[in-house]
């Protein structure tokens, strides 16, 4: 069989994360699949997937759906153990060394094995940014994991979050995710060898460099888009968030925080959140 080799993308939302993946889709050894820890909900529920398609339909995941080829109650044990043991809550418990369920590894192989077999590329990139489940993943044999820690600057964050689009949250709620997302996120890549860290402002200001960084650092290869396109096609994905709708994504500077929070909060926000920005080389 096969090893399955996956690239997993690490932090908090709004982080430029949906970015990342889909450049990188565009690249030769990378196949973006989404938020898998989403599959199972969204194989229960035939959500849809980003081509428009429902799951069952969608020219990929539908040859991921008949390989597992599970009933309603499977698929709904396949669900329940990934909700029940990748959640925040249990990160130190994983950290410590509680292990993953039976089920729930024969689950990830059964997903996993099938989009390799499906997959023309080398690497398959999840985008779950979960701790627990990067760390749960990393414990199965057979599994390759990387990881890319995918930082910004918490104003970013708070203004991308505040926007009345999927998901919006006040700035303290933002602060106490971004501080509990980053405080796991840092320690692990501190920890673990396999795991570079991507500064959200380098990517868009850099997208080139950052895409060959990745390539000669975590997956010890050459890339043959040495210069990337101007857009991105968008690639079937699970999850995602509202740019998954459009058909392709163009490369866009956010930094519309600068004039939209007023200094003394960008001041205040910064200090809250202080010893994230000074490791990640954020100014005030
Ligand atoms: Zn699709």
């Given at each position: 069989m096969k090893q399955n080799n996956i690239l997993y993308l690490l932090g908090s939302?709004?982080?430029g994360t949906t970015l990342l993946a889909t450049i990188l889709n565009s690249t030769n050894k990378v196949l973006t699949s989404g938020e898998l820890h989403q599959f199972y909900t969204y194989f229960k529920n035939d959500s849809s997937c980003s081509c428009g398609d429902s799951v069952h339909k969608c020219t990929f995941w539908k040859k991921v759906i008949d390989d597992l080829n599970l009933p309603k109650d499977k698929i709904e044990i396949c669900e329940k153990k990934q909700n029940n043991e990748e959640g925040h809550r249990y990160i130190p418990l994983i950290l410590l060394g509680k292990k993953a369920s039976p089920d729930y590894v024969i689950s990830q192989k059964q997903l996993f094995n099938s989009i390799t077999k499906h997959s023309k590329k080398q690497w398959i990139l999840d985008s779950s940014k979960y701790i627990g489940r990067f760390l749960l993943l990393n414990q199965i044999t057979g599994f390759n994991i990387k990881g890319i820690y995918v930082v910004r600057d918490v104003r970013g964050v708070i203004n991308s979050f505040s926007k009345?689009?999927?998901?919006p949250r006040k700035p303290l709620n933002t602060i106490f995710y971004y501080l509990l997302t980053n405080f796991f996120g840092q320690l692990i890549c501190w920890t673990n060898k396999n795991i570079i860290k991507v500064r959200y402002e380098d990517l868009v200001q850099n997208p080139n460099k950052t895409i060959e960084t990745i390539y000669n650092n975590l997956l010890n290869s050459e890339t043959e888009n040495k210069t990337l396109n101007e857009e991105f096609k968008m690639p079937h994905i699970i999850g995602g968030n509202r740019?998954?709708?459009?058909?392709t994504i163009k490369i866009k500077k956010d930094n519309a925080w600068e004039s939209i929070i007023s200094r003394p909060k960008q001041i205040l926000y910064y200090i809250l959140c202080l010893p994230f920005m000074i490791i990640n080389n954020y100014k005030i």
């Open positions: 939302g709004r982080s009345q689009v999927q998901t740019l998954k709708t459009n058909k």
